[in-house]
């Protein structure tokens, strides 16, 4: 059984509409499959994108650093950075 649609109205500026018909056309889909995609990699990204930053506060939770912990870190990667290129 197909999973079950709606069918949704969305405003776009003309410029990026028409962009979007570029695109779409370009790879031979319809505006809607384009549409679609984009919101299911934006989901997705947003997801990895989560859980990434409870991973990451998950490790400094156990190995009881701060937040000015993980920025002079930060900062001292960069320094070192700049040093070397």
Same mark, same amino acid.
């Given at each position: 059984?197909?999973?079950?649609?709606?069918?949704?109205?969305? %405003?776009?500026?003309?410029?990026?509409?028409?962009?979007?018909?570029?695109?779409?056309?370009?790879?031979?889909? %319809?505006? %809607?499959?384009?549409?679609?995609?984009?919101?299911?990699?934006?989901?997705?990204r947003k997801k990895r994108m989560?859980?990434a930053i409870e991973s990451m506060?998950?490790?400094?939770?156990?190995?009881?650093?701060?937040?000015?912990?993980?920025?002079?870190?930060?900062?001292?990667?960069?320094?070192?950075?700049?040093?070397?290129?």
């Open positions: 059984m197909a999973p079950k649609t709606s069918t949704v109205n969305i %405003s776009f500026r003309d410029d990026l509409l028409h962009e979007i018909d570029d695109v779409a056309r370009a790879e031979s889909r %319809s505006r %809607s499959e384009l549409v679609r995609e984009a919101a299911r990699l934006y989901i997705e989560i859980a506060r998950a490790i400094t939770a156990e190995r009881g650093l701060t937040e000015e912990d993980v920025q002079d870190e930060i900062e001292s990667y960069r320094r070192e950075k700049v040093v070397h290129e």
